[in-house]
């Protein structure tokens, strides 16, 4: 249970930030569109799946992958890559590729699925037409027929000579020959329309007519004008028909072709949509603006007031005074809970469920659940919420049309009188306590207007992280469980912020009695009306506050769907303009974030709680540097060996101020602990002794400073000092100098003179005093650990007092031969990679900086295309410039890759020989051993563990650091010939 309730805290996994520029992205799907035109498929694949790997969480890529995957005849793949994109939301575009793809992977039953959906809510389509026949043919259906948006019903597939039969609202209509009719003007307003062949339905055969009729849209202010945009997702190409009313009268909109954002659009990802932009001077002075639809009806953000109230700032001023108390008044007797719904009948009714269970008899007697039904949809949920008002567990008011939530809340608050009231959306879930514990800070204080429970997902009121809203797992006994944890860390507390959350807001009845109603005439649909509540109650006195003993979950980010970024940009333009400085007021809170301690109080208590529960026999800290790469690997391997010994492992990474804990077992729960140095110094030691910290492992001291030093220190224990690199006697890290390779190891002198010219690293520029601190950290360390020989050997000429510890961090498995040691893993190649062709085909795999040799691939693939070398290399992963590899022609970059498909991806590249063309002596080397395992012999500058490696093993071959290019390209040759493999093609 402690772990499901805090698994919805964990930090987010450590992956590679979508920050490549855009325009490698564009470039990479540029030649990939160029390579499909011209019929090489192979390559546009490879091309867009080098895009995804740069963008992964575009869907506009992704979209262009499956688009791509079908133009090269993997339909299959392209059916599963489109059913990713689609899985956010539906469009047109996407559910017609989804049909092809499903039909040419012969998927002929979901296929049917997904073209009756099609033909349903988005009409005929000349290009569907065959697929329809076909699906037909293998799925026994009678035939198809579509209605397209103007109105002409296409059907196919029947008997020769047969025609369809078509009821309008039952009632029968009679169709002409031909294969297509053009029904009555009046469809657009049937209820049902059903068209059967023999009595049976056929595909397609339940036209929607709302669907395909509609229009979305939206609007919303901007300094210059009135913005918006629309389209009929059943006619994406055709131009909406919007209307602009004013206090001018009425006249259409101009629209245009357009994006709204960089993204997504409601056409689908990286469609386009139809876009207006009306100047203000263009807009009547007063009253409000709409934008209609052709049947009247408003767009999303319609109607907006144009003459807003007078200006009020609220930063830098603090507030107001007037209104509040001095004296903190008598309870309310009564409180209100108001919880509006529309939809999602199951959140909804598990919201209801967990506030009537969470209230005890003495709190239930005077607590009144108040339920505002705005025009639900779905009538199951209707019935259940009349249901409950049968049986006195809720009051129920409805709304004959869907208003939004701020008049929902108006509705429900229109009799209040002397009460407290609470607003809680319902996709929240509550556990015991909440109610009491926001009640205790509402009266705490003379002057609190209303209060707010911490959550997963609360913007500034997010636990553990503000900056990274968590999902809600675990259900209400993760809520429960976190609930009491807050109560226990936090009871009782508050801290003051400038806003709270309109998800749980309890508003005390004598700030709602000052401050006045909401506004829906301002807030329209929802979002901000809550702000602008804390606002006015702010410029009268009030003050809001955080009750950091409370926890309440939420789904977070479920209202409105689709229209939830047109309305936020409405309204808090709408905010800004009311009370100017209201950005900054919400800024300056952030950072100066008051609720750190409280969340950080509450983190630890779920650290403490849930190592109690997990029966771990102590803990074991690692010390690393947060940075990634081969030394977190390393940190992930000790981590799971230490849970599988019965230990915690606690990873501990530096950040400017101090520390950051991080849970470090393979699952992590916990949520990052961050401690300043030396200032929490003490909380610190407390929660390590307090875990069973009873040993050190010293993985990486880069970016501590001697902050970890110090702490090793102040703990006093066992320490074991793993040797990752050269940091501690090289202040470049990596032996290499300023000629861009390996430097030789020069004296002190020398080394000066090289931190003189490229800097220090590590920090310290000093080399000497580097080797200092190093010596005496190896000399007080229990042991100290390398990778290999070759390590030992080293250290030893600049650490003689020291004996290391030979550990290698893989199993090479000398004995065996390179297929032997390949057949131990049976992982499939990849698709997606470049295909063959008469080259020779280098394979190089990893994050290709300057030490790793970008340097040495371009000058060999500058070298292999000036000579015409029958010679290419693919990167599987990213360099520090692709694009100068690129250009070569002889280059093709993967892009990063996780982990999991390092291997999948190597033996997708079909290669013939494995190049690691590393400057500096590596101490290890795990893209060596992905080549192996690909089946691939290496070919590696003769320095460092890798050559002692592919010397041990004979899986490859060393030539000297320094070789001409060409020398180098001419060997790759004849290497990749010598030893190449017939079942793939021969080398020119």
């Not at 307003?189 to 229009?215: F, S, Y």
């Not at 292999?864 to 290399?873: G, I, T, V, W």
Request: some cysteine; charged content about 20%; proline content about 7%.
């Amino acid at each position: 249970m402690r772990a499901t309730a805090a698994r919805m805290s964990r930090r987010p996994p450590h992956t590679t930030p979508d920050n490549v520029p855009e325009v490698e992205v564009s470039g990479a799907m540029r030649q990939a569109w160029r390579h499909a035109a011209d019929g090489r498929h192979g390559q546009a694949v490879a091309w867009m799946a080098r895009a995804g790997r740069m963008a992964s969480g575009d869907r506009a890529v992704r979209f262009a992958q499956a688009a791509v995957l079908l133009g090269a005849g993997q339909a299959a793949q392209a059916a599963r890559a489109v059913e990713q994109v689609m899985a956010a939301q539906e469009f047109r575009t996407g559910l017609k590729l989804l049909v092809l793809a499903l039909c040419g992977a012969g998927a002929w039953t979901r296929a049917a699925a997904a073209l009756e959906r099609f033909f349903t809510r988005y009409g005929f389509d000349p290009d569907l037409r065959g697929a329809a026949d076909l699906v037909c043919q293998r799925t026994g259906r009678p035939g198809w027929c579509a209605l397209a948006p103007d109105g002409v019903l296409h059907w196919g597939s029947l008997p020769a000579g047969d025609m369809p039969d078509m009821a309008l609202d039952g009632q029968p209509r009679a169709l002409l020959p031909g294969g297509s009719t053009a029904l009555p003007s009046y469809w657009r307003h049937v209820r049902e329309i059903r068209v059967r062949h023999a009595g049976a339905l056929l595909l397609g055969g339940r036209p929607d007519p709302v669907a395909l009729g509609a229009t979305l849209g939206a609007m919303w202010p901007d300094d210059h004008g009135l913005a918006g945009w629309a389209f009929m997702p059943a006619r994406p190409d055709h131009c909406p028909e919007l209307h602009l009313i004013d206090a001018g009268g009425r006249r259409s909109l101009t629209l245009r072709r357009g994006r709204v954002g960089r993204h997504d659009s409601a056409a689908g990802p990286g469609l386009p949509v139809w876009t207006f932009h009306v100047p203000w001077q263009a807009l009547a002075t007063g009253g409000s603006v709409r934008v209609v639809r052709p049947d009247g009806r408003d767009v999303t953000g319609s109607p907006l007031p144009v003459g807003l109230p007078a200006a009020r700032p609220v930063f830098p001023a603090m507030r107001g005074h007037g209104a509040a108390p001095v004296r903190v008044p008598p309870v309310a007797p009564r409180c209100r809970v108001v919880i509006p719904v529309y939809a999602d009948r199951v959140r909804t009714l598990a919201c209801i469920d967990s506030v009537l269970a969470s209230l005890d008899a003495p709190t239930r007697h005077v607590t009144d659940i108040m339920v505002v039904d705005d025009a639900t949809p779905d009538p199951d949920l209707a019935i259940a919420l009349g249901d409950l008002a049968a049986t006195g567990r809720i009051h129920l008011r409805r709304h004959a049309r869907n208003r939004g939530y701020p008049a929902a809340i108006c509705t429900a608050l229109a009799d209040v009188r002397g009460d407290d009231v609470v607003l809680l959306n319902s996709d929240t879930l509550v556990a015991p306590g909440w109610l009491e514990e926001m009640r205790h800070v509402a009266y705490a204080r003379a002057d609190t207007g209303t209060v707010s429970p911490l959550s997963n997902d609360a913007t500034i009121l997010t636990w553990p992280d503000p900056a990274h809203p968590a999902p809600l797992v675990g259900g209400l006994a993760a809520v429960r469980w976190l609930m009491a944890a807050a109560r226990r860390a936090n009871g009782g507390g508050d801290v003051e912020v400038p806003t709270t959350h309109g998800f749980c807001m309890f508003i005390r009845y004598d700030c709602l009695r000052h401050t006045g109603a909401f506004r829906p005439e301002l807030f329209g649909r929802g979002y901000g009306e809550e702000n602008d509540f804390c606002m006015r109650g702010r410029l009268g006195g009030w003050r809001h506050r955080a009750a950091v003993g409370a926890f309440v979950g939420h789904v977070g980010g479920v209202s409105f769907a689709s229209a939830r970024a047109d309305l936020l940009r409405r309204n808090i333009w709408i905010l800004n303009r009311l009370f100017p400085g209201y950005d900054a007021l919400v800024a300056a809170h952030i950072k100066a974030d008051p609720l750190r301690a409280a969340r950080h109080r509450l983190s630890v208590l779920v650290w403490c709680r849930g190592a109690a529960a997990a029966g771990l026999a102590g803990a074991v800290l690692l010390v690393s540097h947060g940075e990634g790469g081969g030394v977190a690997r390393v940190v992930q391997a000790r981590g799971r060996h230490w849970l599988e010994a019965g230990r915690l492992p606690v990873v501990l990474d530096p950040t400017p101020e101090g520390f950051v804990l991080r849970d470090g077992r393979p699952e992590a729960d916990w949520p990052d602990l961050h401690f300043a140095w030396p200032a929490q110094e003490p909380a610190l030691v407390a929660l390590l002794r307090a875990l069973g910290v009873a040993q050190v492992e010293i993985h990486h001291q880069l970016g501590h400073d001697a902050r970890a030093r110090a702490l090793c220190r102040v703990l006093a224990l066992p320490c074991d000092y793993y040797v990752h690199d050269y940091a501690g006697l090289c202040p470049r890290v990596t032996l290499v100098g300023p000629a861009g390779r390996y430097c030789g190891e020069p004296d002190a002198a020398g080394c000066a003179a090289c931190v003189g010219v490229l800097g220090s690293v590590v920090g310290e520029r000093d080399v000497t005093r580097l080797r200092h601190d190093t010596a005496r950290d190896l000399a007080g360390a229990r042991r100290v650990i390398v990778p290999s020989a070759e390590v030992a050997l080293r250290l030893g000429r600049y650490f003689p007092h020291v004996t290391p510890h030979v550990h290698a961090l893989e199993d090479d498995g000398p004995a065996l031969s390179l297929p032997h040691f390949a057949a131990q893993d049976v992982t499939a190649a990849a698709t997606g990679l470049p295909p063959r062709n008469d080259r020779c085909r280098v394979v190089i795999v990893g994050g290709i900086g300057v030490e790793k040799g970008h340097a040495i691939v371009l000058a060999a693939a500058r070298d292999a295309r000036a000579r015409d070398l029958p010679l290419e290399f693919v990167v599987v992963g990213h360099t520090v410039d692709d694009a100068a590899l690129l250009e070569t022609g002889r280059v093709f970059v993967t892009g990063h890759y996780d982990e999991a498909d390092g291997l999948a991806l190597v033996r997708g590249c079909a290669g013939d020989v494995g190049f690691l063309p590393a400057l500096w002596p590596e101490t290890w080397c795990f893209t060596l051993t992905l080549l192996w395992r690909a089946g691939l012999r290496a070919v590696a500058f003769d320095i460092g563990t890798v050559a002692q490696r592919i010397r041990a093993t004979g899986r490859g071959a060393c030539v000297p650091l320094g070789l001409p290019v060409h020398q180098l390209n001419t060997f790759l040759l004849s290497y990749a010939r010598a030893g190449h493999d017939v079942s793939r093609p021969v080398c020119s």
